[in-house]
């Protein structure tokens, strides 16, 4: 496995490995890697003949009261797991190299619409800065096809967005979400949680899939209900919830029913540590 840690070692790396015209399949990381990241980069190499992983945890999409500082770094846990799975090449670079004037002076990307609502709302800039380093790592890599995973919805519309609009010649896949044995969605954050909120933590997948059972036998005026009884079961367990909402998959607009394909989308706090999930539902 090659260790690129900065864009020109990158570049050179990637012109000896694309010989003979080989396909790049590429995952972009922010490291504390993972079952939920490895399966990603299984997923391209059954894509794509050369597989790259970067690790980079990027500052532009943290908000100033955000865990930039807290954020688990375990390079070398990383790079031992990524050696294990046999991926061809791992990007590490600095912020300085992403960001040679600082992240607070680039120009940045910004989808409009679904990069607004739900994390878009709640937290400010947050998908600017998604879509500003993914932008700037798919022009380093130059990748035939990128895998995103599928726990990170609205995150994986957007760069599909992005990438359409922009005219990148990028196969965008998705994967699927990967779970513990109690349904917890696999996440780098999990691992701030208590041991007592790690217990509560299933709820969220728990509900989610109980109100996605029952939302497509309902009339419209029942669906509001519904969420808002769901959102008030996992209140009472102790969480502290963003949002809790049935949204459109084709422009995350709120939906009154399940007519077209849709997903449910939740973002709730145990403590300090906030959890996303999703799970989409198709046209009844």
Known sequence: MIIAADSQALRDRLT?????????????????????????IEQAQNA??????????????FAANEDLDTYPRTLEADLSALRQIKADLVFTPSASDIYPQGSENETTIHVPVLGE???????????????????????????????????DLQQLLIIKKMTRDLGLPIDIQSGAT???????????????????QRAIAPLLWRTLRECADKLPRLPA??????????????????????YFELRSLATLSTLSDTSEDCALFVAARLGHTRLIDNIQICAR
């Open 178 to 196: 990967q779970r513990a044995a109690d349904g917890l969605a696999l996440s780098s954050r999990n691992q701030y949680l208590s041991a007592d």
């Open 48 to 61: 794509a003949d050369i597989v790259v992983a970067s690790i980079f945890v990027n500052p532009m999409q």
């Open 16 to 40: 000896e490995l694309r010989v003979g015209g080989a396909t790049v399949g590429f995952v972009p990381t922010m490291g504390n890697l993972h079952q939920g990241h490895l399966s990603l």
């Open 221 to 242: 005026d029942e669906v509001s209900l519904t969420l808002k009884a769901a959102r008030k079961t996992i209140e009472q367990a102790g969480f502290s919830v963003d």
């Open 117 to 151: 609502a739900l994390c878009g709302k709640e937290r400010p800039g947050h998908f600017d800065g998604v879509c500003t380093v993914v932008y700037k790592l798919f022009q380093l890599v130059k990748p035939t096809v990128a895998i995103f995973g599928e726990k």
